[in-house]
């Protein structure tokens, strides 16, 4: 399985965010995979995830960031800290007006902040959500932008595209994703709704997301 998503992301961080000599704060970085290419950007960039796994496994593999396990709900640092604030594909796993309202309180007056999302109508989102389902998290973390103090100034859906071998790359990758045991129930619903495209190789699936700049209104 290849999958293009992270260089994707980091593409349109940089198209719409300047990152050059900006302290930066990642929220929900993993293992590190999209903050391994901001930091060659950035002045400074602190990374959180509440996973100490993912931290631990991202502080061994990737020089050069402040990982530290944390909450966006919760932030550890100073008023108007930050020039700029990054949710990737993480607001929706926490409680959104939190993450917002703390992200609003740690950015300065003059930053921005960036949340990228997975659209729950792309090809590799439906497929997921046989295994997880998290539409109604995903639909609350845009209701929240929407109701929140901070200003739209852009939202623009992109895609990326996942690429398994075949079929038993298929359901081994995707099983694997979420560290769940194989399903046959599962299976067949996936093959289901992918249809004739379940027997091609390589299958090529896309991933649909949305980046949304904010800035503070007052």
Not at 7 to 15: A, F, G, W
Not at 121 to 144: S, Y
């Amino acid at each position: 399985m290849k999958e293009y998503s992270g260089q994707k992301i980091y593409e349109n961080i940089v198209k719409y965010s300047e990152l050059k000599n900006k302290k930066v704060l990642e929220i929900g970085c993993g293992t590190g995979r999209i903050s391994a290419l901001l930091s060659k950007e950035t002045k400074l960039l602190v990374a959180i995830d509440p996973d100490e796994n993912a931290i631990e496994i991202a502080r061994d593999n990737i020089p050069g960031v402040d990982f530290s396990v944390g909450s966006g709900e919760k932030l550890n640092f100073a008023d108007n800290f930050f020039d700029g604030v990054i949710f990737t594909l993480s607001l929706h796993h926490q409680n959104c007006r939190k993450a917002l309202r703390e992200a609003a309180r740690v950015l300065k007056k003059s930053g921005n902040i960036l949340v990228i999302e997975p659209v729950i109508e792309g090809e590799i989102e439906r497929v997921f959500a046989f295994l997880h389902n998290e539409n109604n998290e995903k639909i609350l973390a845009q209701q929240a932008i929407m109701n929140s103090d901070l200003s739209i100034v852009t939202s623009e859906f992109f895609t990326a595209k996942w690429i398994f071998k075949n079929e038993d790359d298929l359901f081994e990758s995707i099983f694997d994703y979420y560290d769940m045991a194989f399903d046959s129930d599962v299976v067949l619903k996936i093959s289901n709704f992918l249809g004739e495209k379940i027997k091609s190789a390589p299958i090529v699936l896309v991933d649909k997301m949305i980046i949304q700049l904010l800035k503070k209104t007052a």
